[in-house]
């Protein structure tokens, strides 16, 4: 399994941004689907957004829309999550995630079951207001 490491959380006032990366360990990372999710304290871990292997689509939880985006850098063997407009209800320890399958789409990281594809450790995001 690939193995992930995640960067660019900290602190940052409401309305502020963020970018957020996560780099894998080897290129097999660019065959896969990748997702954000993020657990707040005392809150389940939940779906962010996601891009597929190949950049092609994107899917992003209502929460986030119009506010954060999804790339890939294939030749980085990284993804980023761009955070716009934050506010205090982002506060969240950020996880990225791949899918255990190869090649497939974006919206499909919304429904895995939560013990399938490899994690990163997190990284934590702060928003004061």
């Known amino acids: 399994q690939v193995e992930l490491v995640e960067s660019g959380g900290g602190l940052v006032q409401a309305g502020g941004s963020l970018r957020l990366s996560c780099a894998g360990s080897d290129r097999s990372f660019n065959d896969y689907a990748l997702g954000w999710f993020r657990q707040a304290p005392g809150k389940e871990r939940e779906f962010a957004a996601a891009?597929?292997?190949?950049?092609?689509?994107?899917y992003f939880a209502d929460f986030v829309k119009g506010r954060f985006t999804i790339s890939r850098d294939n030749a980085k063997n990284s993804v980023y999550l761009q955070m716009d407009s934050l506010k205090p209800e982002d506060t969240a320890v950020y996880y990225c995630?791949?899918?255990?399958?190869?090649?497939?789409?974006?919206?499909?990281?919304?429904?895995?079951?939560?013990?399938?594809?490899?994690w990163g450790q997190g990284t934590q995001v702060t928003v004061s207001s």
């Open positions: 891009i597929s292997w190949n950049g092609a689509s994107t």
């Open positions: 995630r791949t899918h255990p399958r190869r090649f497939t789409t974006a919206q499909v990281m919304s429904v895995l079951p939560p013990d399938s594809g490899s």
